[in-house]
C-alpha cells in the first residue's frame, strides 16, 4: 500500500504531517513521492484564508473524480465537515485531536467505509514528534488558544488550550536535532497561551530549550499580543539566548481600536505599539 500526505496551510498543519508521517513510516506503510503513485491520499486541510480553502476543495474533487481512497485531516476536518462531503462524500474524516489514529482511519479507508473519527481529546502531540533528515523540524508546542476572537474558524477546528508537556517538547527537539535538523520550529495556533493550563510560560519552555547541547537554532512561531503582560519581560530576556532566532511573530489585525473591540481582540493599539518598541530596542537585532 502506498499513501501520500497533502498539506495545507500552517506549520502547526506541517507539524501535524510530520506525525502521520512518522506513524506510517513505524508501521511499515509506504509514502508515495506523488499523489498518482498513491493508493490513498491524506490531505490535511486548512481554512484560515478562502483562498486556501478554494484550492483544498479542488484537490478533493480531481481525487474523488480520480477514484482516490482520500482521508481528510486538518481544520476543515474539524470546522466544515458539510463542505468536504459536498466535494468527497466517500473520505473518511480524522479531526486534529485525533492524529494519533491515522492508521485507524487507513484501515477504515481501504474497507470503504466513510468513518468520521471527531472524539475530543487531550493528547500530547509533542510526544509523538520523532523527524529525521529534515533540515527544518516543527515541534507542536499546543493547540487550542484561550481567546475567542469573532472572525476565527480555527477556534472551531482546534478548541481549547491543550499545551503539551515541556518534557516531550524538550525530548522532540533533542530527537530532531540529534538527526539532522539544523532549525527548530516551535509551533502552534497561539504560543503566547501556551503553559497556561500547566501554570508554566513560553519563556521557561525557551529557557530550557537554551540549555540543550548542539549546533541549531530555534525560531519562535506567532504569539498573540493579549498574553504577553504577564511574561513580558522574561520572554525579552530569553530572546537574549543565540539560540533564538531574534524574531517575532505579533499579529495586530488592524491598526483601529474600534475594529480590534468588534473582533474580540483582547488588545489595544498602543499597547502593541508598545511592545514592539520595548522588543526593537531591548532585543539586539530583533525584528
Known sequence: MQTYIKTYGCTLNKADSDIISTILREAGIGIAETEEDADTVIVNTCTVKKQTEQRVLYALDKLSNA??????????????RDIISKHAPKATIVTTSNTDRILEALSDAEKGSASILDERRRIDKAALIKQEGNVIAHVPVSEGCLSNCS??????????????????????????????SME??????????????????????????????????????????????????????????????????????????????????????DTFTEYVHELRHGVKGSQ
Open 67 to 80: 477514484g482516490k481512497r482520500i482521508i481528510v485531516t486538518g481544520c476543515m476536518a474539524s470546522a466544515n
Open 151 to 180: 472572525f476565527c474558524e480555527t477556534k472551531l477546528a482546534r478548541g481549547a488550550l491543550n499545551s503539551f508537556t515541556e518534557d516531550a517538547i524538550i525530548r522532540a527537539v533533542e530527537y530532531c536535532t540529534a538527526r539532522g
Open 184 to 269: 527548530v520550529e516551535i509551533t502552534s495556533q497561539d504560543i503566547g497561551a501556551y503553559g497556561f493550563d500547566r501554570k508554566t510560560n513560553i519563556s521557561e519552555l525557551m529557557n530550557r530549550i537554551a540549555t540543550l547541547p548542539g549546533n541549531f537554532k530555534v525560531r519562535i512561531g506567532m504569539l498573540n499580543p493579549e498574553h504577553l503582560h504577564r511574561y513580558f519581560y522574561e520572554l525579552a530576556d530569553a530572546l537574549q539566548s543565540d539560540r533564538f532566532y531574534k524574531f517575532i511573530h505579533i499579529p495586530i489585525q488592524s491598526g483601529s481600536d474600534k475594529v480590534l473591540s468588534d473582533m474580540n481582540r483582547a488588545c489595544s493599539v
